[in-house]
C-alpha cells in the first residue's frame, strides 16, 4: 500500500479564518513533507519532518504552521492567509535520510482558496 | 539557469505512439532519479525510480538516465488518452537529505 491521504479536498477560508489541513500515511514512513503547489508549476517545498522532528522550514511565513503528531499523521494549521496563498497542498511521506531507498509518495492534495 | 530543466510542451501525440520525455540538469551529483504523472488537480503519482545510471522497465514505461551528458528520458510505448498529463521529472543527490529538485512538468496530450 502506497497510499497518502489528505483531507479536506478543498477548503474555502477568508482571511481571518483558522483551518487546519490533515495528510495520514500507513506506510511506516518517518519522513513527511508539506508542498505547495500553484496551477502549471513543480510543486514548492514548504516543511519536512524526520522522525517527527520538523528538519526543514523552507522560509514559510508564520501563518503556515505544522505540525507532526506522531509517526503516521501530519497536519498544517492555517491563519490569517492571504488570497496568494490559494493553491494545491500536497502532502508526500518517504523513508529518512540513510533508508535505502528514498521515493516519495504524495497525496492527492487539499485545493485550499483564500477569500 | 535552472537546475532541471525540463520543456512544458504541450506534447500532443496519436494514440498509440512512442512518447520520449526528457530533463536536462546540470548538478553532477544528482544520483536518484524520478518520474511522476500528475493529473489536473490531483497529487503526482509516482511511476519510476532509478538509481544512477542505465534503464529500468515497467511495462510500457521506460526510464533511462544518461549521467555523462546529464539527460534523463521517461518513455512510453503503445501510448493512451489515459496517459494524458503533466510529466514531472525529479532528482536528489545522494546523501543530500530528503530534498527533491522537480523540473517544471511536461504536459503530454495523447488523442484517440
Known amino acids: 500500500d502506497t497510499e497518502v491521504t489528505q483531507t479536506p479536498k478543498h477548503l474555502v477560508m477568508g482571511m481571518t479564518n483558522k483551518k487546519s489541513l490533515k495528510c495520514e500515511q500507513h506506510?511506516?514512513?518517518?519522513?513527511m513533507y508539506w508542498y505547495k503547489q500553484k496551477a502549471k508549476k513543480p510543486p514548492e517545498l514548504m516543511f519536512v519532518?524526520?522522525?517527527?522532528?520538523?528538519?526543514i522550514n523552507e522560509s514559510v511565513p508564520s501563518r503556515f504552521s505544522p505540525e507532526c503528531p506522531n509517526s503516521s499523521l501530519l497536519n498544517l494549521h492555517l491563519h490569517a492567509l492571504q488570497p496568494e496563498d490559494s493553491a494545491l497542498y500536497l502532502c508526500?511521506?518517504?523513508?529518512?535520510?540513510?533508508?535505502?531507498?528514498?521515493?516519495?509518495?504524495f497525496g492527492p492534495g487539499t485545493r485550499l482558496t483564500v477569500t | 539557469q535552472k537546475e532541471v530543466e525540463q520543456d512544458p510542451g504541450p506534447l500532443s501525440v496519436p494514440e498509440g505512439a512512442i512518447v520520449s520525455l526528457n530533463c536536462t540538469y546540470s548538478n553532477s551529483a544528482f544520483q536518484y532519479f524520478m518520474w511522476y504523472r500528475q493529473y489536473s488537480r490531483k497529487g503526482p503519482e509516482l511511476l519510476m525510480y532509478t538509481y544512477s545510471s542505465g534503464n529500468k522497465e515497467d511495462g510500457r514505461f521506460t526510464a533511462q538516465v544518461d549521467k555523462s551528458s546529464k539527460y534523463i528520458s521517461l518513455f512510453i510505448r503503445d501510448s493512451q488518452p489515459s496517459d494524458s498529463a503533466t510529466y514531472l521529472c525529479a532528482m536528489r543527490p545522494r546523501g543530500a537529505g530528503n530534498m527533491l529538485t522537480f523540473g517544471g512538468g511536461t504536459r503530454l496530450m495523447v488523442k484517440p
Open positions: 519532518y524526520s522522525y517527527e522532528k520538523l528538519s
Open positions: 506506510m511506516g514512513h518517518r519522513a
Open positions: 508526500a511521506s518517504s523513508q529518512p535520510r540513510g533508508a535505502s531507498s528514498y521515493e516519495q509518495y
